[in-house]
């Protein structure tokens, strides 16, 4: 069966054709995420449908094993008709890989029978009063965690827990916890911005993982997982947090050009208030335009070359450097940093356009509050690849 379907998957061209397609319906659809706070069920059947998912998935799973830059060129389209969908897609599906990494028999659960599967992570330090404890055969986990931007719509959670080591002590270790399993608190996501991302807060109560839907944190970060015994394909030798980095300036650069689009179509039809002629005859519009539109794509380039640089190193058989690494994790919030700003140069050229509130406010706000994430922080992942360049210690709890 998977065999079947590696067969008949689809091209990046199709794949982003298909993207650019549903445009028109995720512009109709964005004001109603912000207002229900998700995305909605119609939109999500349509990115399945169109087999999103399947991008980052393995061959052997089912899916298309295709290079991550091919789900951010598709997701670049998405953001085009929607910032909150492009947020969701840009991150949940890159984590079909995710779950390739677990041992054999939680793919098999995962991907049963070839099937797509939308799989969310909560990783980044959000659990709050969370227990854990060990039966021998399940670890029984309860509390909270923040920031679930997608549950709504996913099929799994691979949640970040401590959990008490074999050896004794604690270690950390990945969960994977069936959506259904979780209490979502829906009224727990009142926010400035991505309120179309429904990354509502979720809970769990004594609920029972088996010790095969687990993983070691550490060997997820030395990219020695038990998923490779089926999974061979480039992805399962790059290093998680270069990627998953990646995953977070993504939709970033993607709703930066959303939002040149927006721009584009705004000063076509305006006249600036004490000017008599169109915005599209005045020089200093044209040069911020244009230097816009240059910085945007300088972001997306980059963002394209260093993925692709990383798939192409996995498949030559090359170790990743720590300066490499460190690198990859400051270009993330360079991406950032550099289609956020062009991005503030075109609003602050529109001028009162950003008001009343549409398209314009909405991806404003959204850019901001996704560029507030942790890992697009310069300075703590500066400092670290400027350690690697000087060949000084990495703390030892170093995110690369």
Known sequence: MNQMFASCAATADSLISAARDLIPQLKQAGPGHDANKRISDDIARRLREAGFFRICQSVENGGYGMRPSVLWRVAREIARGDSATAWILSLAGLHPWMAGMFPVAAQDEVFAGGKDAVVIALTG???????????????????????????????????????????????QRLLLVPQASFRIDHESWNVFGMQGTGSKDVYLSDERVPVYRTLRWLDVQRSQVPGTERNLGPMYSIPHTSLFVMSVAAPIVAVASGLLDIYIETVKKRI????????????????????????????????????????????????????????????????????????????????????????????????????AHFLMQANPSAELYGRALLGLALPPNARI
């Open 125 to 171: 330090n959000v659990g709050r009063g969370v227990d854990a404890a060990f039966d021998g055969e399940h670890y029984r986990i309860s509390g909270k965690w923040t920031y679930a931007s997608g549950i709504d719509v996913a099929d799994w959670a691979a949640v970040l827990v401590e959990v008490p080591a074999a050896e004794g002590g604690k270690e």
């Open 272 to 371: 600036p208030a004490g000017l008599s002629s169109p915005q599209t005859e005045d020089r200093f519009s044209l040069a911020e335009l244009g230097k816009a539109a240059s910085r945007i794509d300088m972001a997306f380039n980059q963002l394209m070359h260093d993925v692709d640089e990383m798939w192409d190193q996995a498949v030559a058989g090359r170790e990743f450097s720590i300066e490499q690494r460190t690198r990859y994790r400051t270009n993330g919030s360079t991406i950032c940093d550099t289609a956020l700003a062009a991005s503030n140069d075109l609003v602050r050229n529109l001028g009162g356009s950003l008001l009343p509130l549409g398209p314009v406010e909405r991806y404003f706000r959204d850019l901001h509050s996704m560029a």
